[in-house]
């Protein structure tokens, strides 16, 4: 089974009354490894951010991050999903949905999550691992953040 994710985005009408906007199964879902799948659910760019007119930035592609901005993603980790050791230039909410999943450090430590387990994720390397039997869903909301230093140095986002 695929990731299928309903989103509902509000909006106004011109005279400022409050409507929807779009109420769809998301359709960008993408895979760039195998055992996972993500869907970004909405981005913004720029701090504050901008509540004004209707434009669907999920039309455009995405790398993990928007420099100076937010990505609202969903992630579908099957058993046995392909590692990634990554950090990003951001500071990253993660909500388990479904299932159990293991946050691996580059030091070694394990952080397992279950269901309804959250996790904030401040610059650091990591892995997600499903060592599990069943499929985990996690939901990410990344805000872009400067790069962590150490000794004076930068930490860049790599992987």
């Known amino acids: 089974m695929s990731l299928q994710i309903r989103r509902v985005v509000t909006g106004h009408t011109k005279n400022g009354r409050a409507k929807v906007e779009i109420d769809e199964i998301a359709t960008n879902v993408i895979s760039n490894r195998p055992g996972a799948s993500s869907c970004v659910v909405w981005s913004t760019k720029g701090f504050p951010v901008d509540n004004d007119g209707f434009n669907d930035p999920t039309k455009a592609s995405f790398k993990t991050t928007v420099e100076g901005g937010s990505v609202f993603?969903?992630?579908?980790?099957?058993?046995?999903?392909s590692p990634r050791n990554h950090r990003t230039d951001?500071?990253?909410?993660?909500?388990?949905?479904?299932?159990?999943?293991?946050?691996?450090?580059?030091?070694?430590?394990?952080?397992?999550?279950?269901?309804?387990?959250?996790?904030?994720?401040?610059?650091?390397?990591?892995?997600?691992?499903?060592?599990?039997p069943e499929v985990c869903?996690?939901?990410?909301?990344?805000?872009?953040?400067?790069?962590?230093?150490?000794d004076g140095k930068p930490l860049t986002a790599v992987g």
């Open 73 to 81: 993603r969903i992630v579908r980790y099957e058993p046995g999903v």
């Open 90 to 132: 951001s500071i990253d909410y993660a909500v388990v949905m479904s299932g159990a999943i293991e946050m691996e450090l580059d030091d070694g430590v394990v952080a397992k999550l279950k269901a309804g387990d959250v996790l904030v994720q401040r610059g650091t390397i990591h892995n997600w691992v499903n060592r599990g």
């Open 137 to 150: 869903v996690v939901a990410f909301v990344l805000i872009s953040a400067k790069p962590v230093t150490a």
